[in-house]
């Protein structure tokens, strides 16, 4: 009973983290058009009225709409390729976005799907820390003359937490995988984690014979 329970709490949460960043980034973007939507209403009202096309005004509206946001996304990022818009973004991030709660893990996430970021990790790994049968996710950061490793293991959800280990090579299992899909799994807490096993366990038959 008590790993059923486990079981409906972790899928539970899992669910929770992966769907939540986007609807909130959903709610956002409909926030985001109804405010154009509304600022530039005189404007289409004109445009609709001077060109007579009465028939499409929702259609030529929508559109001016998502034209709007797409010229300024645009802009800001062209804003913050300047050393003042860096400097700009940099102090509101640090000041105040930041502390907004779930704006790391939603913007993490977001970097994620868009593929606007790659993690600074060579490879994925699953390790075995303080010689016991437990293994973490780690992704290799360093390697050493010695043979050994120096992995970063994540914390879920948010990936951009967690601790730094020295592992001997015999209990670090590199794996062919993205670090994308592991990066995922970590934001998911888990969710999608088979994948990385199988890759391990292929590794090891591999390794054996």
């Given at each position: 009973m008590d790993r059923i329970k486990a079981f409906f709490k972790t899928s539970l949460i899992g669910g929770i983290v992966v769907i939540l960043p986007v609807a909130v980034l959903f709610l956002l973007f409909k926030w985001i058009f109804g405010l154009v939507t509304g600022?530039?209403?005189?404007?289409?009202?004109?445009?609709?009225?001077?060109?007579?096309?009465?028939?499409?005004?929702?259609?030529?509206?929508?559109?001016?709409?998502?034209?709007?946001?797409?010229?300024?996304?645009?802009?800001?990022?062209?804003?913050?390729?300047?050393?003042?818009?860096?400097?700009?973004?940099?102090?509101?991030?640090?000041?105040?976005?930041?502390?907004a709660p779930g704006y790391s893990l939603i913007k993490e996430t977001v970097m994620q799907f868009l593929g606007g970021k790659k993690p600074p990790f060579s490879s994925v790994a699953l390790v075995r820390v303080f010689d016991s049968d437990t293994l973490f996710y780690a992704f290799i950061t360093d390697t050493h003359p010695d043979g050994s490793y120096t992995v970063f293991i994540p914390t879920a959800p948010n990936p951009t937490s967690g601790n730094i280990c020295h592992v001997k090579k015999e209990n670090v299992y590199i794996l062919n995988v993205p670090v994308e899909q592991a990066m995922r799994s970590v934001i998911s807490c888990g969710a999608g984690s088979t994948p990385l096993i199988e890759a391990m366990l292929k590794k090891m038959k591999e390794e054996r014979g």
């Open positions: 600022m530039i209403m005189p404007i289409t009202d004109f445009f609709i009225e001077a060109l007579d096309i009465l028939k499409y005004e929702r259609i030529f509206a929508d559109l001016m709409v998502i034209l709007i946001i797409v010229f300024s996304c645009f802009f800001v990022g062209i804003l913050v390729r300047t050393r003042l818009g860096k400097y700009i973004h940099r102090v509101i991030e640090e000041n105040i976005l930041k502390v």
